[in-house]
């Protein structure tokens, strides 16, 4: 019966794998370095691989699984919002973000968006703003890691019903154990 109650926890806690796509992070200015986006958009991937946890079920996707999986013609860099979520869609992410630096005044800002792909809801964001790249390297490596905690806690809910969720386990595996014992009986 121990063996039966530990093989459905297992499964219950194994089914749970989500994707997370992390794409390029969007210039608004051609002024900036394509290469310091690139690096921005690492940091933020790096970030959400610490965040998730591959053990936790998360998986992170790397820049070739996006580009391999986008539809001919299709280019992460042209998309925002609504168009961010579809892309996710298209590539089978769960969860979607993205960062865009721009100038405000004398300053370079990074705003980075995460969004769950199912429902196109806006899941968290951040904006920050630098006087230079590396500045806005710091500010990433401060706010991401809040930025995908947010879908790595369980919800309240689920909290809440574990314990009756796992009595109900237990339940299921003594009635299945029980019928498994009237049919040797009957069989004999």
């Known amino acids: 019966m121990k063996r039966l109650l530990f093989f459905a926890l297992f499964c219950v806690a194994s089914s749970f794998a989500a994707h997370v796509a992390v794409l ?3 210039r608004a200015d051609e002024n900036l370095d394509n290469r310091e986006c690139q ?3 690492d940091k ?4 959400a691989v610490t965040s998730l946890p591959a053990s936790d079920g998360w998986t992170i996707m790397t820049r070739e699984n996006i580009s391999e999986m986008l539809p001919p013609g299709k280019s992460v860099e042209e998309c925002e919002g609504s168009c ?4 996710g869609k298209n590539i089978s992410a769960d969860y979607v973000a993205q960062g865009r630096v721009s100038h ?8 980075v968006e995460l969004y769950e792909t199912a429902t196109g809801k806006l899941v968290s964001s951040f904006a920050v ?15 991401a890691q ?3 905690q ?3 806690k369980p919800s309240q809910a689920n909290v809440e019903n574990e314990p009756q969720d796992a009595a109900n386990t237990q339940d299921a595996s003594s009635n299945t154990t029980e019928v498994i014992e009237k049919k040797k009986k009957n069989l004999h």
């Open 24 to 26: 390029e992070t969007i």
């Open 39 to 41: 690096f921005l958009t």
């Open 44 to 47: 933020l991937r790096q970030m």
């Open 84 to 87: 961010l979520v579809e892309t």
């Open 104 to 111: 405000f005044g004398s300053l370079l800002t990074i705003t």
């Open 129 to 143: 703003q630098s006087e230079n790249a590396e500045g806005l390297l710091k500010e990433i490596e401060s706010h």
């Open 146 to 148: 809040p930025l995908f």
């Open 150 to 152: 947010t879908i790595a």
